[in-house]
């Protein structure tokens, strides 16, 4: 029986994949507005879309973490995994993550909020 309820998994999760959502995307803006592309504005708004976006889901995730009291930390990684400690409730429950699933649940997200930007 696992000691963390299961509707909260989701923010967990959310704790882990925005951060690096954000920071690809702003790597991502970055490239586009010092790249060689003709037109520049139509790639950097979407990206910038995109990243309002997360960036209110990450405010909304921090949020509720706080107000149910709990937290997420990075504890080891290697070549492939990361392992992260979730604590809720007084329970603590260690999960390992595939970096290679951590890299493509990053991409997918990322593919979510460029479709939501609805440009």
Do not use: W
Not at 38 to 60: D, M
């Amino acid at each position: 029986m696992a000691l963390i309820p299961v509707e909260s998994l989701q923010y967990f999760e959310n704790m882990i994949y925005l951060p690096m959502v954000l920071i690809v995307l702003e790597r991502d803006r970055q490239e586009f507005e010092k790249g060689s592309f003709k037109l520049k504005r139509p790639y950097v708004n979407l990206v910038e879309e995109a990243l309002k976006i997360a960036r209110a889901e990450l405010k909304q995730t921090s949020i509720y973490l706080r107000r149910n009291n709990m937290k997420v930390i990075r504890g080891k990684t290697d070549d492939t995994f990361t392992e992260y400690l979730f604590l809720h409730g007084g329970y603590e429950e260690r999960r390992r993550y595939l970096n290679v699933r951590l890299r493509n649940r990053t991409e997918e997200l990322i593919t979510v909020y460029l479709a939501m930007t609805g440009t």
